[in-house]
């Protein structure tokens, strides 16, 4: 069976710091991969997804990006965080090709940006 | 473009009446519509979704959704609700980039179920 997983479940970092945020799946191959944030325990909003290796398309401009960098793994990025980044991030994975197929999503990563 | 909209912020129930959350739809062509669920600080649970077919659709946990086409409504229903059930619902449809789907998710709404 299919599992994704995220970590660190959660973090605090000071504004201008790094960030880095890691997903995998395990059990299935070429994978669309997603991030979404979710703010205030609310709407989802979709950051980027990726269809294939290398392959990122971003939904709003920000101060985050992601790779890609296996097919399994999916990495969120930024340089310096701000206050604004603070949310809970959640990863998740449908079958390539799936048009019609649900996403699956991981168990998130709450951001707190101090 | 595809969105969905959720006109409730909250919604409560007594345990063991039927509870219905509300969603409805506003998209260009078929729609493919989707109910998650989210407990607090975990990720969200894929409920069921409507694809084509039957316009009653049943999914996980003993819910289920009717799909309106008329009303442009995908509302979740559960003919007895329990406390174990109180959680946020999210109602999405899915749009087509040419490569991937994407879901664009409603507001949530949480449903508080009491004794």
């Known amino acids: 069976s299919q599992t994704i997983h995220q970590w660190p479940a959660t973090l605090v970092q000071p504004v201008g710091s790094p960030l880095s945020l890691e997903c995998t799946v395990e059990?299935?191959?070429?994978?669309?991969l997603y991030w979404y944030r979710q703010a205030a325990g609310r709407g989802l909003q979709l950051l980027f997804y990726?269809?294939?290796?290398?392959?990122i398309s971003s939904e709003v401009p920000q101060n985050l990006s992601a790779s890609r960098p296996q097919d399994r793994q999916f990495i969120l990025s930024s340089k310096k965080l701000l206050l604004s980044d603070s949310g809970f991030y959640l990863c998740?994975?449908?079958?390539?090709?799936?048009?019609?197929?649900?996403?699956?999503f991981g168990p998130g990563t709450r951001l707190t940006v101090l | 473009a595809q969105s969905v909209a959720q006109p409730e912020d909250q919604v409560n129930v007594a345990e063991g009446n039927p509870l219905t959350v509300k969603c409805t739809y506003s998209?260009?062509?078929?729609?493919?519509l989707f109910w998650y669920v989210q407990y607090p600080n975990r990720g969200l649970q894929f409920l069921l979704k409507?694809?084509?077919?039957?316009?009653l659709v049943k999914g996980s946990y003993g819910f289920e959704a009717e799909f309106n086409k008329s009303q442009t409504s995908f509302h979740l229903k559960k003919p007895s609700a329990l406390v174990s059930d109180s959680a946020l619902y999210f109602c999405?449809?899915?749009?087509?980039?040419?490569?991937?789907?994407?879901?664009?998710f409603g507001t949530g709404t949480r449903l508080q179920v009491t004794l």
């Open positions: 998740a994975w449908s079958p390539l090709g799936g048009r019609l197929n649900e996403q699956f």
């Open positions: 059990g299935t191959s070429n994978p669309n």
């Open positions: 990726s269809v294939g290796i290398g392959q």
């Open positions: 998209v260009s062509g078929n729609p493919y």
């Open positions: 409507y694809i084509t077919g039957d316009n």
């Open positions: 999405a449809v899915r749009d087509w980039t040419g490569t991937a789907s994407k879901l664009t």
